[in-house]
């Protein structure tokens, strides 16, 4: 079947702009999760959703971030009034429990860039 | 705090074995995850430990000692191809909340 898909792949947008960033999960995961990676660096835990409970938004930066689920489905992130330091690739991954514990699934991901 | 370290870099030659190491100090443990990820690519599932001991899967294989806080990632027989970064992460307990080592890139030379 077809793997974690996120759009668009590229987004270059300007200071102060706000950004929606699309991840469709594995059908039938019920566990989806947003990442953020810097150049170099390691990944940055965003936020995760898990079926109908209340998403863990520990990780979003600031209040100009926040995502959305709709049931097992599609996602989105958006980010308000964005500034340069959000430039950065935003990785999506979805996981259903099972032998190898939560297997995250990772999309390709959406390298953002603020000008 | 939590926190999760693993070396910046390591270089190894074709045909030889590197053991990658993992430490962490996390507010709850709930499995350790190793990760592969390519220049400009998504990471990709490698191995999952949450019992202390040895996982082996092919030339890739996975320690984990929950007392000490430590795992390795264990490559024999290397490959050209496995010059990648080696991400180490770990699933708190209460939910799926999973934190990552900033990685580990490996460099395998001719």
């Known amino acids: 079947g077809a793997g974690v898909s996120q759009s668009p792949s590229n987004k270059v947008t300007e200071k102060g702009k706000d950004v929606e960033l699309r991840c469709d999960p594995i059908?039938?995961?019920?566990?989806l999760y947003w990442y953020r990676q810097r150049l170099g660096q390691g990944l940055e835990f965003l936020i995760y959703?898990?079926?109908?409970?209340?998403p863990d938004k520990s990780g979003l930066p600031s209040d100009r971030f926040s995502a959305e689920r709709t049931g097992e489905s599609v996602s989105t992130l958006t980010i308000q009034r964005t500034q340069q330091e959000d430039s950065a690739v935003y990785l999506c991954a979805s996981s259903s429990w099972g032998q190898g514990g939560d297997t995250q699934y990772f999309g390709p991901g959406t390298r953002l860039t603020v000008l | 705090g939590q926190n999760i370290d693993q070396p910046t870099e390591m270089t190894a030659t074709e045909g030889a074995i590197v053991q990658i190491n993992c430490t962490y100090q996390t507010s709850g443990f709930n499995g350790l995850f190793w990760y592969q990820q390519h220049a400009g690519e998504a990471p990709t599932f490698l191995s999952y430990n949450v019992l202390d001991g040895l996982e082996e899967k092919g030339r890739f294989s996975s320690f984990l000692s929950r007392s000490k806080g430590y795992s390795y990632l264990l490559l024999k027989e290397l490959q050209m191809k496995d010059s990648a970064s080696y991400l180490c992460a770990v699933r708190n307990t209460g939910g799926f909340k999973t934190i990552f080592g900033a990685g580990t890139r490996l460099f395998v030379k001719a």
């Open positions: 959703f898990q079926g109908n409970s209340a």
């Open positions: 059908s039938g995961h019920t566990a």
